[in-house]
C-alpha cells in the first residue's frame, strides 16, 4: 500500500460515516521506528467516520501493534502490545472547541486542513502511547560477570578520611 492513499480528506470520511483500515510496516513510520527496539512488524490501523445529531465530526480511531522496546530494568528486548482506541472531535483550522467537549476526558479535538496525513497521525497517537519506562512485569537487573565484589567509591573515600 503506498503512503499516498493515506492523505485523505478526513472531515469527508467523518461527514460520509466511512470506515478505512490499513495496515503499515514500521519501519516506515521514522520517528517510531527511531523509538523501538526492532523496528519490525506493522501497524494495524482504522479510521471510523461519524456525523453526530448536532453536525460534529468525529472519528473513532483504533490503532494495534505488537513493538519491541528495550526493558529498562533488565535491558533485554520485550514485546509491548501497544492498542490505541481514540475518538477524535475534528475542527477546522483556528476553530473553537464547544465548550462542553472541553470538559469531556473521552474525546480529543483535533485541527484538521483539507488533506490530511493518516500515517502521521497514527504514528503520533502510537508514539504518545508508548510507556515512559518499559519493564517486563518481572525480570532482575543485569548481573556484572567476573567481578566478585564491586569496591564503593564511599568506601575508598571512608579509608582516605581514616588515614589523616
Not at 510507556?131 to 566478585?148: A, F, I, Q, Y
Request: aromatic fraction near 4%; charged fraction near 30%; glycine fraction near 6%.
Amino acid at each position: 500500500m503506498s503512503q499516498e492513499r493515506f492523505v485523505i480528506d478526513l472531515r469527508a470520511l467523518a461527514k460520509d460515516g466511512r470506515r478505512l483500515d490499513g495496515e503499515v510496516p514500521v519501519i516506515q513510520l521514522g520517528r517510531l521506528a527511531e523509538s523501538v527496539q526492532e523496528p519490525t512488524g506493522t501497524v494495524i490501523f482504522g479510521f471510523q467516520g461519524e456525523r453526530d445529531d448536532e453536525g460534529k465530526l468525529y472519528v473513532d480511531l483504533e490503532i494495534r501493534s505488537d513493538l519491541v522496546l528495550q526493558c529498562q530494568r533488565c535491558l533485554d528486548a520485550m514485546v509491548w502490545p501497544c492498542e490505541v482506541q481514540n475518538r477524535l472531535l475534528l475542527l477546522r483550522p483556528g476553530e473553537q472547541p464547544p465548550e462542553d467537549e472541553l470538559e469531556n476526558d473521552a474525546v480529543d479535538a483535533l485541527e484538521v486542513e483539507p488533506l490530511t496525513d493518516l500515517l502521521a497521525l497514527v504514528e503520533d497517537e502510537v508514539l504518545l502511547a508508548l510507556p515512559l519506562v518499559p519493564r517486563h512485569e518481572s525480570c532482575e537487573p543485569p548481573v556484572k560477570s567476573g567481578v566478585d565484589e564491586e569496591i564503593s567509591p564511599f568506601a575508598v573515600l571512608r579509608q582516605l578520611r581514616g588515614k589523616v
